[in-house]
């Protein structure tokens, strides 16, 4: 990915280098690694390579003032995920979060709760989420995505990530939820808008205050879908939810209305950026394709490796109680501590050649669903949400070549593309 050529800091293509990131940013002239452009536009790739190599753990200043530690590499990005006792979730788990909207959620919404609590709700939540009930889903999984394959087969030309992988993981998470075929397609319409593309179906951006309504309408979806529930509770992570308790008392509407929306969001963006990048990845490296098609490499195997390369979580917070020491830097009680996953997952300490797409790459510790309480709950549907989406790749597709140019996200949170416009070859 890193440019053959530079002209005063760019690349001859545009694209935004390590010396034009901004020595402005910080005091020892270290990039800003929270500069959305750097995604958007940008390689992010090298720089975070200098960084893990000259500054694993380093303070990052904003130039609009704040700043946090910045963590690079893997030793201590475990450190921080394993210690819920030095390092709190309740104060925010992603930089440039509003105070307001954090204390609103923290101590309910599981991302931002500690132990014990964060325990007693992920319990509650946990029957959905076992490998033996997720595995239990394949069948569905197969008949949402063959028919998207097939029409995007025939259709020749696609979106692949608004037509293909944004819509798998919004209906599976509605089957976890018990939502009925019609209400889904009103969900994912609205999960669309709310978290999907920054450009809408008609090309046009879509408004800040068009993503808040999309909101708005998925919490008063849940709010009504919650009192069917409390009337005729099932077996889905709904009811699940709804007949919970916590600290010897039921969960309030409140806290099931956050993790419900929080499970959307979740499902929505991992397998979503994960599939997309993993078909780019395929793409770029067509020996890797074959060796899935030979089935020289387990399915398992190669898709803890795409998760390791697409990574889709940019960082994940946690603030100091104490001071502390983390890779030889002292953190104060109350400075943030942003571990940034895709830089970790490309340790060259852990990882052999971290910069080839390796299909059959074992043992790969990464870090892609955080580590520790936190571990996300849902790594197992992704797993076979992912596995799934390879199965019928196989199945169905000879090929792939790219149709237009590539969008990544602008986001310093979220690490993947949200365009990839791609024509598919049948067999």
Sequence with gaps: MAADHTVGGRTTDGHITLADVGA??????????????????????????????????????????????????HAPA????????????????????????????????????????????????????????????????????????????????????DEVAAVLPSAIVCHLMDIGQRERLSLVELSSTAFGSSLGANGCPVSPSARTLANAEIFRFYRDLL???????????????????????????????????????????????????????LMDNPGQWQRLRDR???????????????????????????TTVIGGQTVRAGEQVAIWNPSVNRDESVFDQPHTFDLGRRPNRHLAFGLGNHFCIGASLARVELRVFLHVLLDKVAGARLAGPIRRMRSNFMWGIESLPVTLQPH
């Design 78 to 161: 475990v450190q921080v995920y394993r210690d819920n006792h030095t390092f709190t979730s309740e104060r925010g788990m992603r930089l440039g979060s509003h105070p307001q909207a954090v204390a609103a959620a923290a101590g309910r919404m599981l991302i931002v709760t500690d132990p014990p609590r964060h325990s007693q709700v992920r319990k509650t939540m946990n029957p959905a989420f076992t490998p033996r009930r997720t595995a239990a889903l394949e069948h569905t999984m197969r008949e949402v995505l063959e028919p998207l394959l097939d029409a995007a087969l025939e259709k020749g030309t696609v979106d692949f990530v």
């Design 227 to 281: 009192a069917r529930r409390r009337a005729a509770p099932g077996e889905d992570v709904v009811s699940l939810l709804a007949e919970g308790m916590a600290d010897g008392a039921p969960l309030t509407d409140q806290e099931i209305l956050l993790n419900c929306n929080g499970l959307l969001t979740g499902a929505n963006e991992t397998t979503r950026l994960s599939s997309a990048a993993g078909l780019l990845a």
């Design 296 to 322: 020289e490499v387990d399915l398992d195997t190669a898709v803890d490796e795409i998760l390791r390369w697409s990574t889709p979580a940019m960082h994940v917070v946690r603030v100091a109680r104490t």
């Design 24 to 73: 402005a940013a910080n005091d020892p002239g270290l990039p800003d690694i929270a500069d959305p452009d750097l995604y958007a536009d940008g390689d992010p790739l090298p720089v975070w390579e200098q960084l893990r190599a000259t500054a694993p753990v380093h303070w990052n200043d904003h130039p609009h003032g704040g700043g946090f530690w910045a963590v690079m590499t």
